[in-house]
């Protein structure tokens, strides 16, 4: 355990906040696309191994099979090898070997030219943390889950760093319970990766993002839902329901989790590769340069242009696999730029903040969803858009606002 549519219409209304969120889609890059991905174990080999919704992903997406995944644990590169020397009780987390063996694979034997994909869990994310500066290549996307060093600690993790030849640092931690000791603790680390992406997930939720829920006992009356049962009138009365909370081992194996990882990394490598485009062969669709990160969208009908603002709203019009990368500006000859690209009406909810807006009226309108049952009765959390909005203002900007639905 170590520790929609497509837009019909251009307008200048912004989705999201500008501030901090500025795509980050890397320059495109001359090499297959077809990633190495690594999967490291905490103690006891547990739990990086567990992400099989991720691994399917990648399989299907990309056409890997076995020979494109390694499994190790922490204290060892060996494919399939076992913690703490087969021990599963062994709660240190010497790493000598994986370090050693880790760095002559992957600087030694490795293609240079694939993408590398490393992702650890627990003491398997603080191996991967040490290794990152004994690698001399590009890493192209690193992800730790609830990362733990010696001890069973997390603020010792920020005195390393992750270093600039990492394209993408995903980390992601909870604060419910032990492990680690310290689980209190935040646990971003020192990043100097192109985009760093650190924030805690304590509810466990479902691959839309719901959150998870199970049934209260009876005698915890402040559930939602609860109803006391009255024999007199006849009332049998029902428990609440609660969500549940992740715990440290429970942590890879949530859907959202596995769901965003492939999100972010189809999007990274969606930049792999480029093509020219001409004004007159121009289809209507998301453009960018290959050696900018600003991503476009081109309506060939109308002959208009608008920006995207972030990858929240990317994600909003069908996400990053859709963006073609091309050579020049020539998708934007002979189109009038517009601004920023509306953000259609539906449901969303902020990363940052719990409350859930409504956008409608042709988008025209915006107003506050209060109620859970509101949410299922305007099509369910299923429908909920997740962005990097950091106020109601800047999601509902431009469209006239009530603060309830």
Known sequence: MKLGKMLTEIGAVVCTSLIGTALSVLPAFAQSSRPYVVFVNGQGNCCAWSMDSLDERLKSQYGLTGNDFRFVPYSNFRDGGQ?????????????????????????????????????????????????????????????????????????????????????????????????????????????????????????????????????????????????????????RGRPGTKQVRVGHQDLPKDAFIQKDLGNKIQRLLASIGSASVESSTLASGYYRRSDRPEVYFVNAGSRTACHVQNPSQMEVYGGFGQVKVVQGDGFRSGTQFTRSCLCP???????????????????????WVRTSERVDQLGGWGRVRLIDSTSRESLTVGRSYSDRC
Request: hydrophobic share 30%.
């Open 83 to 235: 913690s703490g020397g087969g021990n599963q009780l062994d709660w240190s987390s010497v790493d000598s070997q994986f370090l050693k063996d880790g760095e002559d694979f992957i600087n030694n034997q490795l293609d240079r030219n694939r993408p590398l994909i490393l992702i650890g869990h627990s003491f398997g994310g603080d191996s991967v943390l040490k290794l990152l500066p004994r690698i001399n290549r590009r890493v192209q996307f690193v992800a730790v889950i609830d990362p733990v060093r010696t001890g069973g600690l997390r603020v010792s993790l920020k005195a390393l760093n992750v270093p600039s030849n990492v394209d993408y640092f995903f980390n992601r931690w909870q604060e419910n319970v032990p492990f680690p000791n310290d689980f209190g603790t935040n646990g971003s680390i020192p990043c100097n990766a192109k985009q760093c992406d650190q924030d805690s997930q304590n509810i466990a939720r479902n691959a839309d993002f719901s959150p998870r829920t199970t049934k209260c006992r009876w005698d915890e009356v402040t559930c939602p839902g609860f109803v006391a049962p009255n024999p007199f009138i006849g009332r």
């Open 345 to 367: 009406d539906g449901l969303y909810r902020s990363r940052e903040k719990p409350e859930v807006y409504y956008l409608h009226n042709n988008w025209k309108s915006a107003c």
